[in-house]
């Protein structure tokens, strides 16, 4: 049996650099399956998926939000806690122009741009995640704590149901 290689994204490529320890989770993506499809194919808990998401204010400055698969983002809260007046998601094009990937497969790591990163606070007290490696249909786990090192994200709790 052989090994399959991982993806060499940018994402890989600065996990690598970084000397991050990964591993490849490689799975059916499905055309707007999201977090519910990549949990169910890698048999964890949709609460350890974390989404990558690219938003931007009412100036269109972008910025990374991580959260919960099994969570949606209170956008109203996110803006009151970095003080502009609104938040949303871009543009599928937008998105792309800014990380450099196609949505379903963004990952915070090895983006285009350099932009602000907010992370859910649970998402630090989870023992393993699983993000997207760049591309779609290819996670990669790790422990948090890694994220953290790499990303240096501000921890909010914008979290809902």
Known sequence: MTKEKSPVTPAVRQLRAEKVDFTDHPYSYEE???TAVSARELGVDEHC????LIMEDEHKKPCIVLMH???QVSTKELAR???VKQVGPCS??????NSG???GGTS????????????EAGIAALERIYINGGKRGYL???APDELVRVLHPIVVTVGIR
């Open 32 to 34: 707007k399956g999201g």
């Open 92 to 97: 599928p094009d937008v998105a792309h122009k």
């Open 49 to 52: 998926v974390i989404k990558t």
């Open 108 to 119: 915070p790591f090895g983006t285009r741009r350099q932009m602000p990163v907010y992370m």
């Open 81 to 83: 806690i970095i003080g």
């Open 69 to 71: 698969g099994d969570r």
């Open 140 to 142: 990669v786990g790790m």
């Open 101 to 103: 990937y196609l949505v």
